[in-house]
């Protein structure tokens, strides 16, 4: 039974005992009244179950419904996403994970939104990055400003775009519920992500994404992050979920594509296999990305990429 204007908050967690109090709190403190709290964790070896269970103990009232959901064994990140979705009944649906912080309007915000869009069944809102930055040392908010105009184009040309990569991380995407009805969920063939393939599947069949201009979410980017520790730790299995995500989002819709699009997507996929090859750490990703050379698209950023690094070497950033 969906109930009407109730936001169903889904916090997915794995080994999150540092952060997870954090992320909870931030639900607890929404100006939004009408709550669902759904926790679906993923066959955590740590103490964020524990940790889970005692809070809500203390915090239940604040809430219309709470439920923890668990798993015995570790199934992969839409796998946890899923779970925690179909437990939901609140019309507006938000995933976030067990380490990022909703900021305290963000509901209030993200609900107006949906009542003045009625056909909008995905809201993209701006994200902050936080903690250890990394590569996104000089990013303020995501999506950048760049890629704004998107927004007011149609569902192909947004799937365009994202064939390219996915700028659009999860923590900024919330749901109606008829979203899921229309395109079913989170792909579980894949384990490490769930954002980018459903973006695609959606765009593909014709579901534009909406924007809201304002921050509602803290982007908590640290040392333990899938994306942002995947070379360091040779995480083979990430590379080749990127690669699949090519193979069963993007190649079978190329003639949504330009042929540069096309082109470029041909080399993403060769950096890819490259990288798997030699073995999925930072020395295979600097031999493998030679073939970027090729790459018209990546060209087109080229500029950009010399001022960061130039920037970085007289110790300027």
Same mark, same amino acid.
């Given at each position: 039974?969906?109930?009407?204007?109730?936001?169903?908050?889904?916090?997915?967690?794995?080994?999150?005992?540092?952060?997870?109090?954090?992320?909870?709190?931030?639900?607890?403190?929404?100006?939004?009244?009408?709550?669902?709290? &759904?926790?679906?964790?993923?066959?955590?070896? +740590?103490?964020? =179950? #524990?940790?889970? *269970?005692? !809070?809500?103990?203390?915090?239940?009232?604040?809430?219309?419904?709470?439920?923890?959901?668990?798993?015995?064994?570790?199934?992969g990140v839409p796998a946890n996403y899923n779970r925690g979705?179909?437990?939901?009944?609140?019309?507006?649906?938000?995933?976030?994970?067990?380490?990022?912080?909703?900021?305290?309007?963000?509901?209030?915000?993200?609900?107006?939104?949906?009542?003045?869009?009625?056909?909008?069944?995905?809201?993209?809102?701006?994200?902050?990055?936080?903690?250890?930055?990394?590569?996104?040392?000089?990013v303020r908010t995501i999506p950048d400003k760049k890629w704004?105009?998107?927004?007011?184009?149609?569902?192909?040309?947004?799937?365009?775009?994202?064939?390219?990569?996915?700028?659009?991380?999860?923590?900024?995407?919330?749901?109606?519920?008829? &979203?899921?009805?229309?395109?079913?969920?989170? +792909?579980?063939? =894949? #384990?490490?992500? *769930?954002? !980018?393939?459903?973006?695609?599947?959606?765009?593909?069949?014709?579901?534009?994404?909406?924007?809201?201009?304002?921050?509602?979410?803290?982007?908590?980017?640290?040392?333990?992050?899938?994306?942002?520790?995947?070379?360091?730790?040779?995480?083979?299995?990430?590379?080749?979920?990127?690669?699949?995500?090519?193979?069963?989002?993007?190649?079978?819709?190329?003639?949504?594509?330009?042929?540069?699009?096309?082109?470029?997507?041909?080399?993403?996929?060769?950096?890819?296999?490259?990288?798997?090859?030699?073995?999925?750490?930072?020395?295979?990703?600097?031999?493998?990305?030679?073939?970027?050379?090729?790459?018209?698209?990546?060209?087109?950023?080229?500029?950009?990429?010399?001022?960061?690094?130039?920037?970085?070497?007289?110790?300027?950033?």
């Amino acid at each position: 039974m969906v109930v009407p204007n109730l936001f169903s908050v889904v916090v997915v967690t794995y080994n999150q005992e540092k952060f997870v109090i954090d992320t909870l709190q931030s639900v607890l403190n929404q100006t939004y009244p009408a709550i669902e709290l &759904i926790v679906s964790d993923d066959a955590s070896k +740590d103490r964020t =179950l #524990r940790l889970v *269970e005692n !809070w809500i103990q203390k915090h239940r009232d604040r809430f219309q419904r709470v439920e923890i959901l668990s798993s015995p064994t570790n199934q992969g990140v839409p796998a946890n996403y899923n779970r925690g979705v179909k437990a939901t009944r609140g019309e507006f649906i938000k995933c976030i994970g067990g380490d990022d912080i909703l900021l305290p309007d963000a509901l209030e915000k993200v609900s107006r939104f949906f009542t003045k869009e009625p056909n909008a069944l995905v809201c993209v809102s701006l994200i902050e990055p936080f903690g250890d930055l990394g590569p996104f040392r000089q990013v303020r908010t995501i999506p950048d400003k760049k890629w704004y105009f998107l927004f007011k184009n149609d569902a192909r040309i947004q799937f365009r775009a994202l064939s390219s990569h996915c700028f659009l991380p999860g923590p900024s995407l919330f749901f109606k519920r008829d &979203i899921f009805n229309k395109h079913g969920f989170f +792909d579980e063939r =894949l #384990r490490r992500f *769930e954002d !980018w393939p459903f973006l695609l599947k959606i765009t593909s069949e014709g579901t534009k994404l909406h924007l809201l201009p304002e921050i509602t979410v803290k982007w908590r980017i640290h040392s333990d992050s899938i994306s942002n520790s995947a070379l360091v730790k040779s995480d083979e299995a990430f590379f080749r979920d990127q690669l699949l995500v090519y193979k069963l989002y993007v190649s079978p819709r190329t003639g949504f594509l330009s042929f540069w699009e096309k082109y470029h997507v041909h080399i993403q996929m060769t950096y890819l296999e490259g990288l798997i090859r030699r073995g999925s750490n930072l020395r295979a990703h600097k031999e493998a990305r030679f073939i970027k050379l090729l790459d018209p698209l990546w060209w087109k950023d080229f500029p950009l990429y010399i001022h960061t690094k130039l920037f970085k070497v007289f110790r300027l950033v």
